[in-house]
T-cell receptor, first 115, second 111 residues
Framework: DAGVTQSPTHLIKTRGQQVTLRCSPKSGHDTVSWYQQALGQGPQFIFQYYEEEERQRGNFPDRFSGHQFPNYSSELNVNALLLGDSALYLC??????????????FGSGTRLTVV | GNSVTQMEGPVTLSEEAFLTINCTYTATGYPSLFWYVQYPGEGLQLLLKATKADDKGSNKGFEATYRKETTSFHLEKGSVQVSDSAVYFCALIVGYSTLTFGKGTMLLVSP
């Protein structure tokens, strides 16, 4: 049973560029959440998608946007990259009501470096 | 708002030593509490959870008790192994909100 798959695993971009990160949820899960984990910090919630719509959003600027496809996979887009966007980006999938019971499955993340 | 505070690391122990990682929280509402573990190069894995006061979560020899009176959820293990070396995150959820994490505590266990 495949877990959460993220691609790419590593990425280097230049300031001002745009980036797209991808996530395939665990089989049977229909909700996808994205987190940003800066070095030495805990993951910070970016947004959550369910039924192809953004359901919740954390305290991130509009440069961060996302999308969910009919097959439940998701993309995270970041425009006008800043050095401070360098981080590990984690995707987590779940059922909508399972989150409160810790029912999230995390991917291994995409390491984004902005130079 | 919701927040989680963990003791800073790294915590360095010898194999078979006793482990405690402190975690306290503030929450608007009644939270569920979790410990996640992150091994090098991997994503987060749920280690244990507790959903109401006085519940004890346990897994792989790790334990944590939900203490509402002290707003704490300290992680303990009686005898650590080298394979326990990882970063440990305390986290909470209130209702249908999303996970709020602490900053993480790195554990290094030497033979």
């Amino acid at each position: 049973d495949a877990g959460v798959t993220q691609s790419p695993t590593h990425l280097i971009k230049t300031r001002g560029q745009q980036v797209t990160l991808r996530c395939s949820p665990k089989s049977g899960h229909d909700t996808v959440s994205w987190y940003q984990q800066a070095l030495g910090q805990g993951p910070q919630f970016i947004f959550q998608y369910y039924e192809e719509e953004e359901r919740q959003r954390g305290n991130f600027p509009d440069r961060f946007s996302g999308h969910q496809f009919p097959n439940y996979s998701s993309e995270l887009n970041v425009n006008a990259l800043l050095l401070g966007d360098s981080a590990l980006y984690l995707c987590a999938s779940s059922f909508p009501e399972a989150g409160q019971w810790g029912g999230y499955t995390f991917g291994s993340g995409t390491r984004l470096t902005v130079v | 708002g919701n927040s989680v505070t963990q003791m800073e690391g790294p915590v360095t122990l010898s194999e078979e030593a006793f482990l405690t990682i402190n975690c306290t929280y503030t929450a608007t509402g009644y939270p569920s509490l979790f410990w996640y573990v992150q091994y090098p190069g991997e994503g987060l894995q749920l280690l244990l959870k507790a959903t109401k006061a006085d519940d004890k979560g346990s897994n792989k020899g790790f334990e944590a008790t939900y203490r509402k009176e002290t707003t704490s959820f300290h992680l303990e293990k009686g005898s650590v192994q080298v394979s326990d070396s990882a970063v440990y995150f305390c986290a909470l959820i209130v209702g249908y909100s999303t996970l709020t994490f602490g900053k993480g505590t790195m554990l290094l266990v030497s033979p």
